[in-house]
């Protein structure tokens, strides 16, 4: 492991004064090359955890070294917690369910994983009543979501096509139809089917961005647009609408779906929606933004 990390713990657990003043913690590793997370190193993190007592924001990911690393985190427990971000292995729902029933102050959760096929029996006893923020994939997304109402900004991720689109949203509109106010979809099934489910369900939004994983099609073609600026004109909070997409992990800001030469028709899209929705007044579109002032025509503002 990371030597500058090995010295931060073992002064932290040296200096127990110092210990209590850490608010932040991150840690990340990722890469396939990333450093041997080993027993001993396990046993250092947990004493170093142990004495983070006033800890309020923790970021922790090892990629897959073994031992789990969520084995050191599940046991301990942090009073002011308010943020969590953690990268777990699929057969930890157990320990993630044990961690967040001891932390129910929670604000903000984002927890990206593959669940395991019998994920629906986990996550049954935990209650995160302050919980404002949500980020996780979309088979997670409505278990955590269902008794935590109030949300003001989520965002769901399908990791398969084959996955459903209306669980989660149905959750959303159960839960959290007024407060919501920030929706981020992203993955194979963010598309305008998506969107139509989204604006039905949820009349509160002021930003959607939607984050595919390929492209949609010709987005500026007649049909696609009076389509999107119907359902853009069922949402009348919307100030903000995003739509791009996404190649393996990287966003791309070619051309894409929308020529850039061809600014008529792209100008003439954002017109129409921003006609159908008058709140609106910013479109991201695949890496090309457009606004529009007080004077009510719409400028393209290059990335």
């Known amino acids: 492991m990371d030597p500058t990390v090995s010295n931060c713990c073992r002064t932290l657990?040296?200096?127990?004064?110092?210990?209590?003043?850490?608010?932040?913690?991150?840690?990340?590793?990722?890469?396939i090359d990333s450093p041997t997370f080993d027993v001993d190193f396990a046993d250092l993190f947990s004493d170093t955890f142990s004495?983070?007592?006033?800890?309020?924001?923790?970021?922790?990911?090892?990629?897959?070294?073994?031992p789990d690393y969520f084995d050191v985190i599940a046991p301990q427990?942090?009073?002011?917690?308010?943020?969590?971000?953690v990268h777990v292995r699929s057969h930890a729902a157990q320990l993630v369910e044990c961690f967040l029933q001891v932390h129910p102050h929670l604000l903000t959760l984002n927890l990206p994983w593959r669940a395991p096929a019998d994920v629906a029996s986990s996550f049954t006893r935990v209650k995160l009543p302050a919980l404002r923020r949500l980020s996780t994939n979309a088979t997670v997304f409505p278990l955590l979501v269902r008794a935590h109402p109030a949300l003001k900004s989520t965002e769901v991720r399908w990791?398969?096509?084959?996955?459903?689109?209306?669980?989660?949203?149905?959750?959303?509109?159960a839960s959290s139809c007024e407060s919501l106010r920030h929706l981020v979809c992203s993955g194979p099934r963010a598309n305008v089917d998506?969107?139509?489910?989204?604006?039905?369900?949820l009349p509160a939004l002021t930003v959607l961005r939607v984050l595919a994983s390929a492209p949609?099609?010709?987005?500026?073609?007649?049909?696609?647009?009076?389509?999107?600026?119907?359902?853009?004109?069922?949402?009348?909070?919307?100030?903000?609408f995003e739509y791009r997409y996404t190649l393996g992990h990287e966003y791309t800001?070619?051309?894409?779906?929308?020529?850039?030469?061809?600014?008529?028709?792209?100008?003439?899209?954002?017109?129409?929606?921003?006609?159908?929705?008058?709140?609106?007044?910013?479109?991201?579109?695949?890496?090309?933004?457009?606004?529009?002032?007080?004077?009510?025509?719409?400028?393209?503002?290059?990335?």
């Open 159 to 173: 990791k398969k096509t084959r996955k459903p689109l209306a669980p989660p949203i149905a959750a959303l509109h």
């Open 253 to 303: 800001l070619e051309d894409g779906y929308i020529p850039s030469a061809d600014r008529r028709a792209v100008r003439a899209m954002v017109t129409a929606w921003g006609q159908a929705c008058p709140t609106l007044k910013r479109c991201d579109l695949n890496g090309v933004t457009w606004k529009r002032p007080t004077t009510g025509k719409w400028r393209p503002m290059e990335m």
């Open 51 to 66: 004495n983070l007592k006033n800890l309020e924001k923790l970021t922790f990911g090892c990629g897959r070294q073994k």
């Open 13 to 31: 657990n040296e200096n127990l004064k110092l210990a209590l003043l850490v608010r932040k913690f991150d840690v990340f590793y990722w890469q």
């Open 216 to 240: 949609a099609g010709p987005l500026h073609n007649e049909a696609t647009v009076q389509v999107i600026a119907a359902v853009l004109a069922q949402l009348p909070k919307l100030r903000v």
């Open 77 to 85: 427990t942090f009073p002011n917690l308010r943020y969590l971000h």
């Open 194 to 201: 998506l969107i139509q489910l989204v604006a039905a369900q």
